[in-house]
């Protein structure tokens, strides 16, 4: 279909694409036309799109135009199309979590974070896919989604990642231009790193989740995907913050600072050769040692580290299906959950109504002891660095909970638990595409301090001043 | 209840284990791992047996790892 906007436009950053509209190289309204035409035709073929909200952004973009014609700028977000996680309530219209038995689900208000980028005038064309309840204690196959499996844009026959498949699709296919997401453990930084985008996970606390579904009220986070690590830093400053309505709230802001960024020189980075040479697919090693050689080339302090030890599988395991059964109590015991897609979902959402209290306290107070090990270990090292997945996105039809290859176990642990062990902690993350193994992206994952998040975009910033992976696009044939 | 202080104790049972107790805490989601995978279930009832044993196996865990009395679980209560 014919547009004005020119095609680099649906891959390019928030900076650029707000600095044309303020210069009118185009309008917000044919901009957004532009986005959402792609995001309807586009979308549904990755299985990413939940809701288009064509017409209400349609309404937003004028109002944008309104402002900007009158010189009322709002910020860099101001004019910039984005997709929401199908979690997150608009009001007014559906809401379904990804899941059959909340297809019809409609909520009388919208979330915080959604509020927050509204104010900014930034533009709401999408909710998208994910999978069901978040993936809720685990899940099978990628095909637990009301939507189907989500599929790879540079791959359809590999899975996308998940449970924010939609909003990882999205941002990598140019079918948005950022998107919101969340993690529990793992769901940003997985989809990102499968699709070759950027993707940041916010300090436990930072952004409130008021009017997003609660899979575990413990560890539930929400978080940008974006192309780079910029705009990450500018979507976040605009949904942190405080809201007496989200009891997790750590009531802090966040003001993206690259100005008042730390010196490279004086940030220690730790990681384990054995994530790179040994946990890491063979086909990934080569881009995996030459994203450790750019990081040393910045000019860090980089050095060994390893993860205190526990058993962060069992822990995390536990209280994500304690809470996350406790959640979804009504759904199991009125039997609706038996119209989810995925029988291990099914199966563990029931299972998890029967883990004893002392199980789940004790899951807890470990993980008050893994609180307190991070403390010390990052007063010692400011980011600990790993591949954020150890190999590309698994084919659509591989369970997902078997080991996705037979080589031997490595011989150290290294930070192969990482995401489970960060969650644990609370600790923000960057996940940073940084090249291709079997011609599908792979990315490395930043971890440091809590409300750190300067820190890692800082080093993001850098890496992907040296790097061209996030430039990177699918290859898409978009008739 | 524990103290601010006891509570930032750095990692306090990690000095209470012996070597024997951490090889054994630690060792267990290695062998699991080197175990082939048990074949998927195949029903319902499968699934939901799997999904206890599961269960099992990390509460097993978590009962194999020393805790002392004083720590208290990652919950904040406001009055």
């Not at chain 1, 890692?456 to 850098?462: A, F, R």
């Not at chain 2, 029903?43 to 194999?64: P, S």
Request: proline share 8%.
């Amino acid at each position: 279909m014919a547009s004005s906007i020119p095609d680099d436009i649906f891959f390019a950053g928030i900076t650029e694409i707000n600095q044309k509209l303020k210069a009118k190289e185009f309008s917000a309204v044919e901009l957004t036309r532009a986005f959402s035409e792609r995001l309807e035709r586009l979308g549904p073929r990755y299985n990413a799109l939940a809701l288009s909200l064509r017409d209400q952004a349609h309404r937003a973009a004028k109002d944008v135009d309104d402002d900007m014609k009158r010189e009322r700028y709002r910020g860099p977000l101001q004019g910039i199309p984005f997709g929401a996680k199908d979690l997150l309530a608009v009001a007014k219209l559906p809401t379904t979590w990804g899941a059959r038995p909340y297809a019809t689900q409609v909520f009388d208000y919208t979330a915080h974070a959604l509020k927050k980028l509204d104010k900014t005038g930034g533009i709401l064309i999408g909710k998208l896919a994910m999978v069901e309840l978040a993936g809720g204690p685990s899940y099978r196959y990628a095909s637990a989604s009301m939507t189907g499996p989500g599929l790879n844009p540079w791959d359809p026959t590999r899975w996308s990642g998940g449970s924010s498949s939609g909003s990882a699709i999205a941002v990598a296919a140019g079918l948005t231009t950022f998107a919101l997401g969340s993690e529990t453990s793992g769901s940003i930084l997985t989809p990102s790193a499968f699709c070759g985008i950027t993707g940041l996970r916010p300090t436990y606390g930072l952004v409130s989740r008021q009017g997003a579904m609660a899979l575990s009220w413990t560890l539930d986070k929400i978080g940008p995907l974006c192309h780079s690590a910029e705009d990450c830093g500018l979507v976040l400053e605009h949904i942190a913050g405080g809201d007496s309505e989200d009891p997790g709230s750590a009531g802090k802001s966040f003001y993206y600072a690259p100005a008042y960024a730390r010196d490279l020189k004086e940030i220690r980075i730790g990681f384990a050769t054995v994530d790179f040479d040994e946990w890491a697919d063979p086909a990934a090693r080569p881009d995996f040692a030459k994203a450790l050689d750019t990081i040393r080339e910045m000019g860090v302090q980089v050095t060994d580290a390893k993860l205190p030890e526990f058993p962060y599988g069992a822990v995390i395991s536990t209280i994500i299906s304690s809470e996350g059964s406790a959640v979804f109590e009504p759904l199991i015991t009125s039997g609706k959950v038996e119209q989810l897609a995925d029988a291990k979902q099914i199966a563990g959402l029931r299972a998890g109504l029967e883990i004893p209290a002392k199980d789940y306290l004790k899951a807890m107070r470990i993980r008050s002891l893994i609180q307190s090990a991070f403390r010390d270990m990052l007063a010692e090292i400011d980011i600990l660095l790993a591949p954020a997945r150890y190999g590309p996105a698994p084919m659509i039809t591989q369970p997902l909970d078997r080991p996705l290859s037979d080589r031997p176990l490595p011989s150290t642990p290294g930070l192969s638990a990482l995401i489970p062990a960060a969650n644990l902690a609370g600790l923000p993350a960057l996940s940073l595409p940084c090249g291709f193994a079997d011609r599908m992206p792979i990315g490395i994952q930043l971890v440091g301090r809590p409300f750190s998040e300067n820190t890692l975009l800082t080093v993001g910033k850098h890496f992907q001043e040296r790097t061209d992976w996030h430039k990177r696009r699918p290859p898409m044939g978009e008739s | 209840m524990a103290s601010k202080s006891q509570a930032r104790t750095p990692h306090p049972a990690r000095t209470k284990l012996t070597r024997r107790q951490l090889a054994a805490v630690l060792s267990a989601p290695a062998l699991l791992a080197q175990t082939p995978a048990p074949p998927l279930p195949q029903n319902a009832d499968e699934e939901l047996k799997a999904v206890r044993d599961q269960n099992r196996a990390n509460a097993a865990q978590l009962d194999k790892f020393p805790l002392p009395m004083s720590v208290e679980p990652a919950v904040h209560f406001k009055a």
